[in-house]
């Protein structure tokens, strides 16, 4: 597969930002709402606006990133996915066959996102921040990153490497979701902290053609 192109890997944080402003806006409010274009998913982040946090456990293996790809296909804000995987790069043809606009989409490696990426947190460039497996990430970094989302009506995604558990909670999150494919078949989802807690299966059909 093709290797992502060099605007999108590029380490400057100032880079992307620069890349990010010259992005148009969304049209309105509207269009920074969250939606997926499958109905049993939508409903469990209809709830969901700008300021917000939501927790994904996702362990290695499973697929469950698929699941949050989702939500940033239909006309997206400028965002982007800090990601910190040992090894492994972003594959442009990849994310482009599961439907995502790499126009609006942007990346960068961090372990560390607060501390390395501080200005990014200090601006409203990208409406949607998704924070990717980081490997520290203290419970102050979790009140900082919450508090300017809520500042600039950003929404974040924070993704664990883990599943979470119902016994250790989050009070700085809005919805705290497990995602995985348990078979072939389908996915499940299991919300822990929300709206409406409990599972959700959604076919795996459902998902691929929601990619086309």
Request: aromatic letters at 10%; charged letters at 20%; hydrophobic letters at 40%.
């Amino acid at each position: 597969m093709a290797s992502i192109p060099a605007r999108f890997a590029d380490s400057s944080l100032s880079g992307q930002l620069v890349s990010a402003r010259l992005l148009n806006p969304p049209a309105s409010r509207e269009d920074q709402l969250l939606r997926s274009g499958i109905e049993s998913l939508d409903r469990y982040f209809a709830a969901i606006k700008p300021g917000d946090l939501i927790e994904w456990g996702i362990p290695p293996g499973l697929n469950g990133r698929l699941i949050p790809l989702q939500f940033l296909k239909h006309g997206i804000p400028a965002s982007i996915w800090i990601y910190h995987h040992h090894g492994l790069g972003v594959f442009a043809s990849s994310w482009i066959s599961h439907g995502i606009d790499l126009q609006r989409l942007f990346f960068i490696r961090s372990a560390k996102p607060v501390k390395e990426l501080r200005p990014l947190f200090l601006e409203d460039t990208f409406k949607r921040i998704i924070i990717d497996s980081p490997k520290n990430f203290s419970n102050g970094d979790l009140a900082f990153v919450s508090q300017q989302a809520r500042k600039y009506q950003q929404i974040v995604f924070l993704i664990r490497h883990y599943f979470l558990s119902q016994k250790q909670g989050n009070p700085h999150a809005s919805l705290r979701i497990n995602t995985w494919q348990n078979d072939n078949d389908e996915f499940s989802l299991q919300v822990i902290k929300g709206p409406a807690t409990g599972k959700l299966h959604i076919p795996l059909g459902e998902i691929y053609a929601n990619d086309e």
